[in-house]
């Protein structure tokens, strides 16, 4: 499930880092930060520190971060969900009851994840494609390297109102998901939907 973001902050402020990770380790005062040896590999000089205030331990030798979460999540061999549920009890805090509408939610936005994903890679292809010529032309006179164009993937939209809505109903994705995602637009009038990113 996921956690409310309030929730995990209030673990954060309740739990002491420093007497959390004091159990594991003996930790010395140094400033605003403890020092001690590193409860994650073996050393004989302490290079572990740990920042209250800042809420973060970093070890120096072994390059181990994290908060409380991954702490816990490191030392006992926990998953996420887990080291949250160990925290709030140390915490004295009740988990949270994942309500089935917030289930369906972060289904929904799952769902619409994949659909931008799979009109991410056909725009892409398209600029690839014989039809995107003109467009890989552009790119190259304006100097953008291929490396730019992979990171920021960029596409090609055709010129055609219902080539992307005709490509992601032939890959089993319905047209009110496409709606949903703001792919395509569909006119008041009762006409059919198309490309949001066509060419009027």
Same mark, same amino acid.
């Given at each position: 499930?996921?956690?409310?973001?309030?929730?995990?902050?209030?673990?954060?402020?309740?739990?002491?880092?420093?007497?959390?990770?004091?159990?594991?380790?003996?930790?010395?005062?140094?400033?605003?930060?403890?020092?001690?040896?590193?409860?994650?590999?073996?050393?004989?000089?302490?290079?572990?520190?740990?920042?209250?205030?800042?809420?973060?331990?970093?070890?120096?030798?072994?390059?181990?971060?994290?908060?409380?979460?991954?702490?816990?999540?490191?030392?006992?061999?926990?998953?996420?969900?887990?080291?949250?549920?160990?925290?709030?009890?140390?915490?004295?805090?009740?988990?949270?009851?994942?309500?089935?509408?917030?289930?369906?939610?972060?289904?929904?936005?799952?769902?619409?994840?994949?659909?931008?994903?799979?009109?991410?890679?056909?725009?892409?292809?398209? *600029?690839?494609? %014989? /039809?995107? @010529? #003109?467009? +890989?032309?552009?790119?190259?006179?304006?100097? *953008?390297?291929? %490396? /730019?164009? @992979? #990171?920021? +993937?960029?596409?090609?939209?055709?010129?055609?109102?219902?080539?992307?809505?005709?490509?992601?109903?032939?890959?089993?994705?319905?047209?009110?998901?496409?709606?949903?995602?703001?792919?395509?637009?569909?006119?008041?009038?009762?006409?059919?939907?198309?490309?949001?990113?066509?060419?009027?």
């Amino acid at each position: 499930m996921a956690f409310p973001p309030q929730f995990l902050d209030e673990i954060r402020n309740r739990v002491s880092l420093v007497e959390l990770i004091g159990r594991k380790t003996k930790l010395v005062r140094k400033g605003r930060e403890h020092s001690g040896l590193c409860p994650f590999h073996n050393e004989k000089t302490p290079s572990f520190t740990v920042n209250e205030e800042k809420g973060f331990y970093h070890c120096f030798g072994c390059g181990a971060h994290g908060d409380q979460v991954e702490f816990v999540k490191q030392t006992e061999g926990v998953t996420f969900p887990e080291a949250i549920e160990r925290l709030a009890a140390l915490a004295g805090m009740q988990m949270p009851v994942e309500r089935p509408e917030e289930r369906q939610r972060q289904n929904q936005a799952a769902t619409l994840h994949e659909v931008m994903e799979k009109a991410a890679e056909w725009f892409a292809g398209q *600029l690839n494609s %014989q /039809a995107g @010529s #003109h467009a +890989r032309s552009y790119i190259q006179q304006r100097e *953008l390297s291929n %490396q /730019a164009v @992979s #990171h920021f +993937r960029l596409g090609y939209a055709p010129n055609s109102r219902t080539a992307l809505k005709e490509a992601l109903l032939a890959r089993g994705i319905s047209e009110a998901l496409m709606l949903e995602a703001g792919l395509l637009i569909k006119p008041d009038d009762g006409r059919d939907s198309y490309d949001a990113f066509a060419i009027a």
